[in-house]
């Protein structure tokens, strides 16, 4: 009876020390998880930004940015794509400082409504100053037709005072090497490395639940590994009490 009931308090102790290292590293698997999570989510968040970043037309390096352009004068189209209804325009947009670059805008000539104020400033049709326009769209570059027709237009329409000659050597300097197409919607891509990061976060976060209701083969691989530990050091102890 005795016999019994030691083995019965062995039993309940054994269980007691699995359970408590169970619950250890339980925990140790859920702050691991929970670091990871943070670092995941940090990186994902910076990663999201610099892909949703609007990039301003003078920073562009790629046509697969999205970027914009302000518009505070804006000619008549000189150049026009028949089949799009893409009609291309210079722009020019004022920075802060009084400074003004001049830009190549494609607009679908249905919207042209919406710049006829600009456009109407521009050529002294009317008197009172418009507010400025935000464009938006992806670079296209331009062909060497299209350059051709530019550098032919664009002395009707940079400011007098402008001593400087467009030419083919110097046309990307001032002009660039392509038009801002603002019939191009934004395409929402999931770069490779935003991708992995957000499968990596998705999966960390799925085993963190898991351990917490007790469903991560993680935990349980190192819990039967840890029972089999104490039963061989518990047997290891009787052996050398039985030898004695």
């Known amino acids: 009876m005795f016999k019994k009931k030691e083995k019965k308090e062995q039993v309940i102790k054994e269980k007691k020390k699995i359970d408590e290292k169970r619950l250890f590293l ?3 698997m859920c702050i691991a998880y929970l670091i990871v999570i943070t670092i995941l989510s940090v990186c994902t968040y910076k990663l999201y930004n610099e892909e949703t970043t609007l990039v301003p037309w003078d920073k562009v390096d790629s046509t697969k940015e999205y970027t914009y352009i302000k518009i505070s004068k804006m000619s008549e189209k000189f150049a026009y794509y028949e089949e799009t209804n893409l009609g291309i325009h210079f722009v020019i947009q004022k920075e802060e400082t009084g400074q003004w670059h001049t ?18 400033y521009t050529y002294d049709r009317i008197k009172e100053e418009p507010e400025p326009i935000t464009v938006y ?5 331009i062909s ?4 051709e027709m530019s550098i ?5 329409f940079v400011p007098a005072e402008n ?29 490779p490395a935003l991708f992995v990061t957000v499968l990596l976060l998705v999966t960390v976060i799925f085993l ?31 052996n050398k009490n039985y030898s004695k």
């Not at 032919?152 to 009707?156: F, T, Y």
């Not at 400087?164 to 110097?170: R, W």
């Not at 898991?210 to 089999?228: M, P, Q, S, W, Y």
């Open 137 to 141: 769209g992806y670079p296209v570059v």
């Open 26 to 28: 339980k925990l140790t």
């Open 163 to 191: 001593e400087v000659v467009i030419n083919d050597d110097n046309y990307e300097t001032y002009l660039t090497n392509s038009y801002l197409d603002t019939t191009q919607s934004h395409i929402d891509e999931l770069s």
């Open 152 to 156: 032919k237009n664009v002395a009707n």
């Open 208 to 238: 963190f639940i898991a351990t917490i209701f007790n469903k991560d083969k993680i935990v349980d691989g190192l819990n039967r590994k840890i029972e089999r530990d104490i039963r061989s050091q518990k047997k290891l102890i009787n």
């Open 144 to 147: 060497q037709e299209l350059k």
């Open 103 to 120: 830009y190549l805008v494609g607009i679908n000539e249905d919207d042209y409504n919406k710049y006829k104020k600009i456009i109407d």
